[in-house]
Nanobody, 119 residues
Framework: QVQLVESGGGPVLPGGSLRLSCAVFGSALNINTMGWYRRAPGKERELVASMSSSGSTTYADSVKARFTISRDNALNTAALQMSSLKPEDTAVYYC?????????????WGQGTQVTVST
């Protein structure tokens, strides 16, 4: 069984920073891509950032130059450093891992962590 555990959300003022963390637990685990998605109120879930096991990254245009994704392949963890936060970044953020444990590849999701950018 694969479990993703997220932490680091909360309230923040516009222009502030937050760091989200995600740890993946499971046996015989092989992780390909890890990423962060978000769902804002009344909107569909969207990709924020992702990183392959080789280190290539993808970012949503709306967060480029403000957010940075990182991961530690040895520890099966990923992080999202968010800076210059805007009210429109308010959403529930979900960690995602495309993984096999041990042979069937599928997407796994964390429980979500709320990020609220507001005065």
């Amino acid at each position: 069984q694969v479990q993703l555990v997220e932490s680091g959300g909360g309230p923040v003022l516009p222009g502030g920073s937050l760091r989200l963390s995600c740890a993946v637990f499971g046996s015989a685990l092989n992780i390909n891509t890890m990423g962060w998605y978000r769902r804002a109120p009344g909107k569909e879930r969207e990709l924020v950032a992702s990183m392959s096991s080789s280190g290539s990254t993808t970012y949503a245009d709306s967060v480029k130059a403000r957010f940075t994704i990182s991961r530690d392949n040895a520890l099966n963890t990923a992080a999202l450093q968010m800076s210059s936060l805007k009210p429109e970044d308010t959403a529930v953020y979900y960690c995602n891992a495309f993984a096999a444990a041990p042979t069937v590849w599928r997407n796994y999701w964390g429980q979500g962590t709320q990020v609220t950018v507001s005065t």
